[in-house]
């Protein structure tokens, strides 16, 4: 079983910046997608960021590319996303989330696969 844990959300004004970070723990490895998914009041699921084993592995959603990025501690099993230059409509509950995978270059595509989910964290930012 694989246990996630995120932490760091809060309060912001627009233009600022938060830091989430998400523990992982159980039967996790190196060969696992992670990746931060948000949900808005009213709105679907959407995914935010994935990665694979290294850096050169993220991609982002075109809404957050360029402000935000996804990093991860193999070593330490833990996630972290830094979001900078946040606007009203980054307000959402954010999800760490992670799945079983062999292959480079599929964490983006699997975002319907994820299925291991932390608790998620709320981040609200007001204007």
């Known amino acids: 079983q694989v246990r996630l844990v995120e932490s760091g959300g809060g309060s912001v004004q627009a233009g600022g910046s938060l830091r989430l970070s998400c523990a992982a723990s159980g039967d996790i490895s190196s060969r696992f997608c992670l990746g931060w998914f948000r949900q808005a009041p009213g709105k679907e699921r959407e995914g935010v960021a994935t990665i694979y084993t290294h850096p050169g592995s993220a991609v982002y959603a075109d809404s957050v590319m360029g402000r935000f990025t996804i990093s991860r501690d193999n070593a330490k099993n833990t996630l972290v996303l830094q979001m900078n230059s946040l606007n009203i409509e980054d307000t959402a509950m954010y999800y760490c989330?992670?799945?079983?995978?062999?292959?480079?270059?599929?964490?983006?595509?699997?975002?319907?696969?994820?299925?291991?989910w932390g608790q998620g964290t709320q981040v609200t930012v007001s204007s």
């Open positions: 989330a992670a799945v079983k995978n062999y292959l480079p270059g599929q964490c983006w595509a699997l975002r319907p696969e994820y299925n291991y």
